[in-house]
């Protein structure tokens, strides 16, 4: 269920199977995966790399053919390869928290903001009782602080006990509109490292992985070329759907287009499965959808 910032909603089934599950669990059983498939864990803090024309030395310690960087929004490796964080407008803040799932069926709840627009809340069921539940809103110059966020997502989601929040965590969200080079010789980055979160809905656990596994592909093929490989596989897999997700996210600034794309999602199912595939997969924006949005602009709610 989608909640636009002029009130009006749309309720449908998932295009395909969504999955909520909580990051810890998420990230155990993507290590297990790792270490099945012949990865060697090592738990080291990270401070300095090291590019030579052979191989990448990480903190004179360690040494490889080549580096994949997956290491979050305030990436070393990024940092490394020269290259700053997003500037505002490019970066999002959001905090998230586990509380007490919402009685009734279990449904997936986006509540957008007109207040702070671009901004939207959000509660999704985990299935043990529980939903995760946060908010977050692109940053514009001025300083946010955790009693805001909180504020807001009291406010975009009153069935929700702000007490009853638990594991909060803001973190934040370079968006995909502002993306370094995605590598350099032997060195490549991935995910967040890369401002690999799409603008139009804030979601980023798709691209992490799909830019993971295309890193791992090129640094593991070519060591030496990794950067270009990488490169290359990464613009032919999603570089039309990071196009359009850059303009729908151009689009999403103003409100009314938002409104009337809930609008046109209620009354046409394949603009809800087109709009939901851009927001969190690799789909892109078609005439018959942008033409459906564009009935919605003179439809009333």
Known sequence: RVRGPGG?????????????VPRKVFDARLVAAAVRAGAVLRRHPVRRI????DRVVVDGAFAAGALVGADGAGSVVRRALGHPVNPDRHLALA???????????????????????PAYAWSFPIGDGRANVGYGEVLRGEPLNRAHLLD??????????????????????PLSTHRPAPGRGRVVLAGDALS??????????????LSGALAGSAAAGSPGRAADRYAAALRGRLGAHLRHSSVAAWLARRRRIVDAAVRAARRDGRV????VEL???????????????????????
């Not at 009006?8 to 909520?20: D, H, K, M, S």
């Not at 090291?50 to 024309?53: A, F, G, H, V, Y």
């Not at 509380?99 to 449904?107: S, T």
């Not at 078609?286 to 709610?301: C, E, K, P, Q, W």
């Open 272 to 275: 809800y499965t087109a709009v």
């Open 50 to 53: 090291e590019l030579r024309d």
């Open 196 to 209: 690999l979160i799409n603008p139009f809905t804030g979601e980023g656990i798709f691209y992490a992985l």
């Open 8 to 20: 009006g909603e749309v309720a449908r089934p998932l295009p395909r199977p969504a999955y909520t």
């Open 279 to 301: 927001g969190l997969g690799d789909g892109r924006l078609d005439a018959r959808t942008l033409a459906m949005i564009g009935v919605g602009l003179s439809a009333r709610s």
């Open 152 to 173: 807001r997502l009291a406010a975009l989601l009153p069935a929700t006990d702000a007490a009853m929040v638990t594991e909060l965590r803001a973190h934040h969200l």
């Open 95 to 117: 905090i998230r928290g586990y509380a007490p799932a919402l009685p009734g069926p279990p449904e997936q709840l986006i509540v957008t903001s007109s207040p702070r627009w």
